[in-house]
C-alpha cells in the first residue's frame, strides 16, 4: 500500500455517506397526508377526503390548511370563502376518494416559507403565485371537478354521498343525532322504532336519505298518485337507520362534528304536533341539507302522538316534556367551550322548548351562552302567556330571538278556536306580536302547503332568510336587502315581513 492510500480510502467512504444522505434527503422529507378538508360559503358547504403528497420539504405543521386551500383552488373552483383541514376521519367526510382528490407536489427550501404565507392568509382565491406555481408541475397536472360535486344544480355536499357502480351520485345520507323521550316500540325498524307513548331519555344516531333530485323546501314523500307505495331514497326523504347510544357516546359524537373542521356548531329542532319521530327525523335532515349546515344536528323529539284527533294528548306530552328538554338543552350548552348552538323550534313545539330554555337559564344564567339564534316558527303558544310568562326570561338575554308569524296559518287558526278564541304567537295581521329582543317576521306573503303551518321548510324563500339567521347571524334589518322590508306599524310598532305581501 502506498503512502497516501489510506488517507484516499477515509476520503472515499466520507463521499459515499455524503452522497447517500444526499440520495436518501429527498425521500425523508417527502410525507402523504390524508385529509378532510371543507369549504365554506353562504350558499355551500364542500366536505370531501383529499389525499395530499409532498416532497422535498416538511409541510406537516401546516399540511391541513394546505389541503383545503388546494381543494378550493383545484377542485371547488375557488367558491369558498372559508376552509378548513383536518386529519381524516370517515365520520367527519367519509370513505370515498375519487383519483382527481390526490394531489402530489413537489416544493423546494425557497418555496415553502412563502406558499406557507399565502395559504395562511388565503382560501384558495386570488392572487397567489406560489400555489399556482407549485400546482402547474403537480399531479394531476389539470384542474378536475371533484366526484363528490358532480350533483344536480351544483348542490353543496352536505351529508355522505352515495354512488352507483359508475360513480354517480344517487343520494345523500344525513345524520341526525337524537334524543328523544318516546317509549321504544320494540319494532326493529327505524321508522317504527319509537312511538307516541312517554318513555325515559334515549339517545342514538338516525339515518336519513336525501336524493339527487331534492329541492329546497320539500319533503319528498311516495304518492299514490305516481303509484309510489314505498319509501325510496333515489326519489324520497326516508329514514334509513337507526342506532342507540349512551349518553356519553352521543356528547362525545355530538361534540366531535360540533367542533371539527371550522366550529360550524350545533343546529336543534323541535318538532311539534301530530309528528311522529319518523317525519320529525326526515324534518331535521331536511333542515339540515337545506341550510347547509355542516355541524351536527340534533333532534330532540317529544312524544306526539302523530294524529290529528289527538291535539290535547300532545299537549299535554308537550308540558310534561319540559324537564327533559331542559336537560338536553344543558348537556348540549356544556358540550365544548365557544361552539356555536342554533335552534329551530315549530308549532307546539315551541311551548317545550321555551319553557325548558327558560327552566335551564333559571337554574345557570351561564348557559345561555352557547346559544346563538333562537327561531320560533309558527309557534302555537297562547301569545299573552308568551308576552307575560315566557318573553321577561328568555328574550334580551343573549342569543338573538325569530319569531315566523302568519295570517294564513290553518293550523294555528283552528288552535285559536280549540283555546277560546286566545291568539296564538303565530299568528300575525293585526294580532301580530312585537316586543323587544324578537325580531318579528311577517310569513304571510309566502306560498305554502294546504295547512300553511310547515311553511318553515316548505318554502324556499323562508327557507333562504332562515340561511341568513342560522349561517350569518344576520339581523333583519341587514337582511332587508334580500327578501324582507320593514313595516312601521303605529299600533304594535316596527316588524318585518316578506315582499309580495
Not at 459515499?16 to 353562504?42: E, N
Not at 331535521?284 to 294528548?313: H, N
Not at 332562515?466 to 299600533?491: G, N, Q, W
Request: hydrophobic letters at 45%; one cysteine or more.
Amino acid at each position: 500500500m502506498s503512502i497516501d492510500a489510506r488517507p484516499r480510502a477515509r476520503l472515499t467512504l466520507a463521499a459515499l455517506l455524503l452522497i447517500a444522505s444526499v440520495i436518501a434527503l429527498p425521500s425523508a422529507r417527502a410525507a402523504s397526508f390524508d385529509l378532510c378538508v371543507r369549504g365554506t360559503s353562504l350558499d355551500e358547504t364542500r366536505t370531501a377526503r383529499l389525499r395530499l403528497k409532498v416532497d422535498g420539504v416538511d409541510v406537516t405543521h401546516f399540511a391541513a390548511r394546505l389541503g383545503a386551500v388546494l381543494a378550493n383552488r383545484r377542485y371547488w373552483g375557488g367558491s369558498a370563502e372559508e376552509v378548513y383541514g383536518a386529519p381524516f376521519d370517515p365520520e367527519l367526510c367519509g370513505e370515498t376518494v375519487a383519483a382527481e382528490q390526490d394531489i402530489a407536489l413537489s416544493l423546494t427550501a425557497e418555496q415553502a416559507p412563502d406558499l406557507e404565507t399565502e395559504v395562511a392568509q388565503g382560501v384558495g382565491r386570488g392572487a397567489m403565485p406560489v400555489l399556482d406555481r407549485v400546482l402547474a408541475t403537480a399531479i394531476p397536472a389539470r384542474p378536475a371537478l371533484a366526484h363528490t360535486k358532480d350533483f344536480k344544480d351544483g348542490t353543496p355536499d352536505v351529508g355522505e354521498p352515495v354512488v352507483d357502480s359508475s360513480g354517480k351520485l344517487r343520494y345523500h345520507v344525513v345524520r341526525v343525532f337524537y334524543a328523544t323521550n318516546r317509549k321504544a316500540t320494540g319494532d326493529s325498524s327505524p321508522d317504527a322504532h319509537f312511538g307516541g307513548d312517554r318513555g325515559a331519555l334515549a339517545y342514538g344516531i338516525v339515518n336519513v336519505a336525501l336524493p339527487k333530485t331534492h329541492e329546497v323546501g320539500q319533503l319528498e314523500a311516495p304518492s299514490i298518485l305516481r303509484l309510489e307505495f314505498t319509501a325510496d331514497p333515489d326519489k324520497h326523504v326516508m329514514v334509513q337507520s337507526l342506532k342507540v347510544l349512551n349518553l356519553a357516546s352521543w356528547r362525545a359524537d355530538v361534540a366531535k362534528h360540533a367542533t371539527e373542521l371550522g366550529n360550524p356548531g350545533i343546529l336543534v329542532f323541535v318538532h311539534g304536533y301530530n309528528s311522529s319521530f319518523s317525519d320529525a327525523a326526515r324534518r331535521a335532515a331536511q333542515l339540515a341539507f337545506d341550510l347547509k349546515f355542516g355541524g351536527s344536528t340534533v333532534l330532540f323529539s317529544w312524544p306526539s302522538r302523530a294524529s290529528t284527533v289527538e291535539y290535547t294528548v300532545d299537549e299535554q306530552a308537550a308540558e310534561w316534556s319540559v324537564p327533559d328538554m331542559k336537560d338536553v338543552l344543558a348537556s348540549l350548552a356544556t358540550l365544548a367551550s365557544n361552539t356555536p348552538i342554533y335552534v329551530v323550534a315549530h308549532s307546539m313545539g315551541n311551548r317545550v322548548f321555551t319553557r325548558g330554555f327558560k327552566a335551564l337559564l333559571a337554574d345557570d344564567p351561564a348557559k345561555r351562552l352557547p346559544f346563538k339564534q333562537i327561531v320560533l316558527a309558527a309557534p302555537d303558544i297562547d301569545a299573552d302567556v308568551f308576552k307575560r310568562e315566557i318573553a321577561p326570561a328568555i328574550l334580551g338575554v343573549g342569543p338573538r330571538v325569530t319569531l315566523y308569524a302568519s295570517s294564513n296559518d290553518k293550523a294555528l287558526a283552528a288552535s285559536r278556536g280549540v283555546h277560546g278564541g286566545y291568539v296564538r304567537l303565530g299568528e300575525s295581521g293585526k294580532d301580530i306580536v312585537v316586543l323587544k329582543g324578537l325580531d318579528t317576521v311577517d310569513a304571510s306573503a309566502v306560498s305554502t302547503e294546504f295547512l300553511g303551518h310547515s311553511y318553515f321548510g316548505d318554502s324556499d324563500t323562508v327557507m333562504s332568510d332562515l340561511m341568513y339567521v342560522i349561517r350569518k347571524s344576520l339581523p333583519p334589518e341587514e337582511r332587508e336587502h334580500f327578501a324582507l322590508e320593514r313595516v312601521r306599524d303605529a299600533a304594535v310598532g316596527l316588524y318585518w315581513r316578506f315582499r309580495g305581501h
